[in-house]
């Protein structure tokens, strides 16, 4: 479906006033100077956000950067050069197993089918993978696409030759016949499955297994309460001018997946986009749907040595960012 280094730090004159704690009332009236920096790579679950930029839907505090891959994201929060990122829930649990503190505070997208593993001519089955050559991009999920992957063909890592392959030359390796099978998702899957790959696996076989979230640090929360609450609302706003108008959705998506308007929509079929509504039944309540799903991955991830030890889920949801009805 690849070290810390300290914040940024701010005016001069704002980091004094925030140190003085007999004037707790300045803090209050102190403003970030910078932007809401959100790290997300261009997978099409997070693609309302950026129609929400480019519609004028979000307002000038936030700033959209786009990154080559997942794992740059992920190096960016860590580093503190982001405030938030578009992550899948494994890449936080890894994150927040590396003591990167991180919440999760909206559900972009659900994968049911929009992750694969593809393969070349000769590779048309699981069992086919014996001995082949599989690409695959150096993060948690690519280490959890492959191996669950490699329980379904039931063969070991040692079975098959692992090629770590950065998102964005995945295609031109695949080209260049330097592997024979590939851990992808949209739009490479879907430019590889036209010219002819078989589809081996994909993330229906693993239900609310992948999910991608927002991924927020504390500083967030903290100076930026606003600016989280008209992202979120933008990306619902957006989400909603893709499901009552999907053609000029996808006329304006397609500037950031290129091709057409058609083509754009397709790279959604496999994802499942929780609306507001969804969202509050996965974050909120006594008893989120997420916390289910995190510790099952936190077991499955256990199981093949990508996490050390069950992830510590508390603190994991911030459901508050969300609107309330």
Known sequence: MPSPAPLPSRRALLAVLAGLTFAPWLIGCARPQRPLSVASHLWPGYLPMFLARDEGWLPPGIELRKTASPSE???????????????????????????????????????????????????????????????????????????????????????????????????????????????????????????????LFDSRALPNLILDVLAIRPEAAIEYDEALRALIAGHFRALAHLHTHPQDAGYRLAVHLGGDGGKALDAFRGLILPDATANRRLLAGSSPELLRAAREISTVMVGHRLLPAPAQLAGLIRADYLPKS
């Not at 936080?92 to 992750?115: E, K």
């Not at 070349?120 to 089955?125: D, I, L, M, S």
Request: net charge negative; glycine share 8%; hydrophobic share 55%.
């Open 73 to 199: 994201s992920m190096h960016l929060i860590e580093r503190g050069e982001v405030l938030a990122a578009a992550l899948t829930l494994d890449e936080v649990l890894r994150l927040r197993a590396a003591d990167v503190p991180l919440a999760v505070a909206l559900v972009f997208n659900i994968s049911s089918g929009a992750d694969m593993v593809l393969g070349r001519e000769a590779v048309r089955q699981l069992a086919d993978l014996r001995g082949r050559r599989i690409g695959v991009e150096v993060s948690a999920l690519g280490a959890l696409m492959l191996a669950k992957t490699l329980t379904a063909a039931k063969l070991t890592p040692e079975d098959v030759v692992v090629v770590p392959l950065a998102l964005d030359i995945q295609e031109k390796a695949w080209q260049a016949g330097q592997i024979d099978a590939l851990v992808c998702f949209e739009p490479i899957a879907g430019t590889l499955l036209r010219q002819g790959a078989h589809l």
